[in-house]
Structures are given as C-alpha cells and as structure tokens.
C-alpha cells in the first residue's frame, strides 16, 4: 500500500476541476464527504475525550447518589462511568456526559452508543442512565427515554432525573 501512494500514479484527486473549485454557498458548511479538516475514523477501538468537565459531573453525581442513599456506587468499574444500585431502578449503569445546551443532542447520541456497549458486557439487565450537565428539550429527552434510557441533568445544586415509562 505505502509503495503504491508513493508512486506517481496514485492521485487523490482525479477530477482536478474539483480540485480548485470554491465551495458552496451553504453557510460555509461542507458535508463530512468533503471536509477540508481532519476526520476522525474508528477503526477497531473506540475515541474518548475526557474533559476535566466530565471529572467534576462524574464527582457530582456520585455525591447526589450517596446523599439520596443510593448503593454500590462505584467510578469506572469494567469501564462503565458509574455504576450503582438505585432502590427503584435496580442495577444502574450511568454514561457521564458533560455538555453545554449546544451539544445535548450529540451527547446523549454518543452515550447511547457507549451504554450499549456497556449493556451488552453486563450481568443481567442493568437500567442505563444518561448523565449531562444540561437540562434536554423536549425533543432530546425523548431521544433517549423512547430508546429506553434514562436521562439525568444538573438542576441547581441537584439532579433531575426521568426513566423511561415500564422501567
């Protein structure tokens, strides 16, 4: 494969009128199929950016749940964010998401995935709960709540919290 890039007859631009071509006049923005900047592709492991924002919701949260009397809470056990056993709920995974009200929805998007995968390594079946610092839409919310997940957010100097309905 290097040997082949490095020859003359690998071109990455075949058609070269697309090469200077200016770009649309949508805004500024460009699909993914045609970004200028770096992509990121995954491969056979996973990205994880951890914010210091992550380490002070992840801190939050786990001091709400001891001061509610949840138990077995636990910080990055098999890789799960937290994980806790919750009087109503049961077992609970939680995926910590910090976010501004710009990124909610790509939030919980990615949570979904990362909970998943969690889930499918667990014992039994674990209740799965979305932890973001901003309150959600109604759109948001329900994202996650109709896909079975629950969904909790700072409120204040608390947390809110909504499960899905039959859970």
């Not at 199929?33 to 592709?41: L, Y």
């Not at 909610?104 to 709960?129: E, T, Y």
Request: charged share 25%; hydrophobic share 40%; with cysteine.
């Amino acid at each position: 494969m290097i040997a082949w890039l490095s020859t003359p007859d690998f071109d990455p631009v075949r058609d070269k009128s697309v090469q200077g071509a200016r770009p649309p006049k949508n805004g500024g923005r460009r699909p993914a199929s045609t970004a200028t900047g770096p992509m990121v592709r995954y491969m056979q492991e996973y990205e994880l950016v951890i914010s210091p924002w992550h380490r002070l919701l992840q801190r939050d949260f786990e001091t709400f749940l001891k001061a509610a009397g949840d138990t077995g809470v636990h910080a990055r056990p098999d890789r799960v964010d937290v994980r806790f056993r919750d009087a109503t709920q049961g077992l609970v995974l939680a995926g910590i998401t910090s976010t501004e009200p710009a990124t909610v929805r790509f939030a919980i998007r990615a949570a979904i995935g990362q909970l998943l995968d969690f889930h499918q390594r667990a014992k039994g079946n674990p209740a799965k709960l979305i932890v973001i610092d901003d309150q959600p839409c109604k759109e948001d919310m329900e994202l996650a709540l109709v896909n079975g997940f629950g969904i909790a957010w700072r409120s204040g100097k608390s947390v809110d919290c909504r499960w899905p309905k039959g859970r």
